[in-house]
């Protein structure tokens, strides 16, 4: 796949931590809770059927966030969860939700980078990588990493952000990259970025719905928590620019209602 829109190396390292840094913020358990992609839980366990997960599976999630897609998945299907992530806050919440959940034996999480896995070649038998890829600024070798640590015959799912067409201006700034909209892909575009990588997809589902519901919840959170602000009833840390998040989750839900943004789940095999 050709990234036309691929930063600068500098600007892509400063992209990730920043990625990093907002998901480990108060604003995003405040807007997002503790799954922080459309369809939260429900959507993980369709992916995990998806792959085909059992019990003794090893099971790697990419960008895993707090662990919740993890600590789920391993509930479910028995298998064993390796879950790596860009943030330090965030691998240690993850760590702490696995042992309070019991699971610390099966479940356990890393600090990584998607584009540099720290892994040995073909060690997992599943990977999953949700509401992620379309925020890495080199996405052909992401996915050329996830091939790398599957095993032959290993399945890998994506579950994220597509577009079709250019998106309005202003789902193009900063916030909207850390949002993971500003580079979402055309759905063809992951189909051949994971087929590049030697990961053929033979899945794709839409869940344009999931995302939909997603944004709305995320809306009336903003509104809501800007009222209880100006109310003094509540104190956020930081400074939020309210109009520029607002007018952001606005165009969002906009892009959503014309099919400019959707949300899919899209699997690939190694051959
Ligand atoms: C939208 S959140 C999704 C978290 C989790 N997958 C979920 O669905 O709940 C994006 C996550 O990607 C992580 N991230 C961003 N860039 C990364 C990279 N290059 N390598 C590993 N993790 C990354 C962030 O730290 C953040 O936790």
Redesign the pocket.
Known sequence: MADTTRPAPAAADEL?TC??AL??SDW?RLL?G????PGGVAL?LRLGEALGLGPGARVL??????G??AIALAERFGCAVVG????AD?VREAHAAAEAAGLADRVRFER????RLPFADGVFDAL?????FC???DKRT?AAEFARVLRPGGRGGL?DLTRSGALPPELDDLLAWIA?IADAQPLDRYVACLAEAGLPVDLVEPHDDALAAMVAGIRTKLLGAELLVKLRKLTLPGDIDFARATGLARAAAEAVRQGQLGYAIVVGTKA
């Open positions: 990730k990625c990093a998901y480990e995003a997002l503790d799954s922080f992609h993980t999630d990419v960008a895993a966030g707090k919740t897609s790596v992530d860009l943030g965030t990584g980078d998607a584009e999953i990588c949700e509401c992620a925020t890495f600024p992401a579950s993971c």
